[in-house]
């Protein structure tokens, strides 16, 4: 991977002046030979009460110099601020393979389900099992007593693995989309995980705010790693705006503190990240 980067609403309109859409033309580090991969996952969102919870990142325009991200909702739904971080992947990179899944590839928007699943082949199967992260690009859930989505991995092999996208209890999830990020599991210089914020405390016990500090168990890298980090996860109450933003600070070659938060009247009963940390 080449670079990471972060783009939020309010980079281009104030929080309380909400727009349907929002773009920004995003300038490469450096010019490419073709135009490189760049997927983007969400990282913070801000989404007025009484509506479904409407969100859609993604990277369009893609160039070899430049692309432009985009963070849209739709419907009644009003979106006050977003945010994601997204990955420079260069065309040299071919053992890092990135893709999405859609709930709407399995089932139409009109019949919700509590859980679906794909599995995913790789284009270019590994010589061993690769490590492998989902994160949230979109959300479309509604009803119930809190908007509650999630997005994980499993039965990973050489060849490929499976992903899902669930809710649970009353919510409606109407659709989603995952992104995923694979890389050799012996790659160097490279140090990928999952976090919640049940690692620290019960979903029960809701607080505006938690972190936690952890290490890069021997990975190592000759300078202060890039980090990309996005939501693999919410389960936030309806009685409020749904305010949630995750980020990382005190970035070092051996670690790093991962930070989950909410802010205001919202309820945060859970939330989790996945991260990948690289030179």
Not at 225 to 231: R, W
Request: hydrophobic letters at 35%.
């Amino acid at each position: 991977m080449s670079a990471v980067g972060s783009f939020n609403t309010q980079e281009v309109h104030l929080w309380n002046n909400p727009q349907e859409k929002t773009s920004k033309v995003i300038q490469f580090p450096k010019a490419y030979v073709a135009p490189p991969r760049v997927p983007c996952g969400l990282n913070s969102m801000d989404i007025k009460e009484g509506t479904n919870v409407r969100i859609r990142a993604y990277s369009n325009d893609i160039n070899n110099r430049e692309c432009k991200l985009n963070i849209d909702t739709w419907a009644d739904t009003t979106l006050y601020s977003a945010g994601v971080d997204y990955l420079i992947a260069k065309p040299g990179d071919v053992d890092i393979q990135t893709g999405e899944f859609s709930t709407q590839e399995d089932h139409s928007w009109d019949k919700p389900q509590l859980q679906t699943s794909r599995r995913i082949n790789f284009e270019r199967p590994y010589v061993t099992p690769p490590k492998v992260l989902s994160y949230l690009r979109e959300i479309d859930c509604g009803e119930g007593t809190s908007s509650r989505v999630r997005t994980y991995v499993d039965k990973i092999d050489a060849k490929g693995f499976t992903i899902h996208i669930d809710t649970w209890a009353d919510t409606k999830l109407f659709s989603g989309i995952a992104g995923w990020v694979a890389y050799p599991e012996d790659k160097e210089h490279i140090y990928s995980g999952t976090a919640n914020t049940m690692d620290v405390r019960p979903w029960d016990q809701p607080q505006d705010r938690q972190h936690k500090d952890i290490s890069f168990q021997g990975v190592s890298f000759w300078r202060r790693p890039s980090v990309f980090c996005a939501l693999n996860s919410i389960d936030i109450s309806k009685e409020t705006n749904l305010r949630v933003r995750a980020y990382v600070d005190n970035v070092s070659t051996g670690g790093m503190t991962w930070h989950i938060d909410s802010w205001a009247d919202t309820k945060l009963w859970s939330a989790g990240i996945s991260y990948i940390a690289f030179n």
